[in-house]
């Protein structure tokens, strides 16, 4: 629970979902499967030439909100992922009458605008998978800034059309998140314990957003508008933190590069340290994922989002 700006997020986000009805919610998986078409000539197709020219008639058509024109360039089995950049939710629609729908209510009043493509790149695994595929970044209204992903699938006329689209909010345009070259460069000289402490008590301010329970998704949203500078308190009501997969599994296992519970925010999956777990006495080499930092005692001290 967020309070009070997950107050206003959910408030949009249910008024987006009652405009819109019901949906069947079907999940995009890099491994969905789509038998490619007899009809499609042999040979490498061209990803970068195919991707331009479907891309260049695509971006105009959303920064019009031309959503006829948009269902023209989508298979009749095509489906539209949202995170956040046009529903304020995670939303999949599938098939042309529920993305058209979609598209109506939320695509003009949003204002998708200065669509970028990126590296296209071709996915050849015929004749289960045929796709190229790309990401592309835009701007979304004044205050936005998302990035999205497309595979283009062969038709039987040969034609290349959108087969699943993902567009997603990747960040606020005026609070960028205070990482890297924005980080705060000047030297506190020792005095970082003593500042973290006047943080972890409010003693400067009090928090601006409540988060109820301290998993991996209120420790993710503490982490993030932490660095966008918003005051945040997390209340757990298990004595440590990341008790609530203590008390419940028997064993931690983190070596699942390809596992996407194991991204998380800040820290890449692929940084390997070697370090305790609170409850063993071996060390144990792990691929690091913040989720699960409760786990790891080093960083139990040093994790600077503010939990009670």
Request: proline content about 6%.
């Amino acid at each position: 629970m967020l309070l009070p700006l997950g107050c206003e997020i959910k408030r949009r986000a249910q008024t987006i979902k009652r405009n819109l009805g019901t949906y069947r919610d079907k999940p995009l998986s890099s491994t969905h499967t789509r038998m490619v078409s007899e009809s499609v000539p042999p040979g490498n197709p061209d990803p970068v030439a195919i991707a331009n020219k479907w891309f260049h008639a695509f971006a105009p058509l959303v920064e019009l909100g031309d959503t006829t024109g948009i269902l023209g360039l989508l298979t009749e089995d095509s489906f539209w992922r949202d995170g956040l950049a046009l529903t304020w939710d995670l939303r999949t629609f599938d098939g042309p009458t529920k993305i058209k729908r979609f598209l109506d209510d939320r695509l003009k009043s949003v204002k998708l605008a200065n669509l970028k493509l990126g590296n296209p790149s071709l996915v050849d695994n015929r004749p289960v998978n045929l796709w190229i595929q790309s990401i592309f970044t835009f701007d979304v209204g004044d205050y936005g800034l998302g990035t999205g992903v497309f595979r283009l699938a062969p038709t039987s006329t040969g034609e290349w059309k959108g087969y699943t689209i993902y567009t997603s909010l990747s960040g606020l345009k005026d609070h960028p998140e205070q990482l890297g070259e924005r980080r705060n460069e000047l030297p506190n000289h020792g005095k970082w314990v003593e500042q973290r402490q006047r943080e972890v008590e409010f003693a400067d301010e009090e928090p601006h957003v409540l988060v109820v329970g301290a998993g991996h998704g209120g420790v993710h949203i503490a982490a993030r508008l932490k660095h966008l500078g918003v005051s945040t308190l997390v209340v757990e009501r298990n004595a440590r933190i990341g008790d609530n997969w203590r008390n419940r599994y028997d064993t931690l296992c983190l070596h699942d590069p390809v596992c996407k519970f194991c991204d998380s925010d800040n820290i890449p999956v692929t940084t390997v340290l070697t370090c305790h777990l609170s409850h063993r006495a071996q060390p144990v080499s792990v691929y690091t994922v913040p989720i699960y930092l409760a786990y790891l005692y080093p960083f139990k001290k040093g994790w600077s989002s503010s939990v009670w």
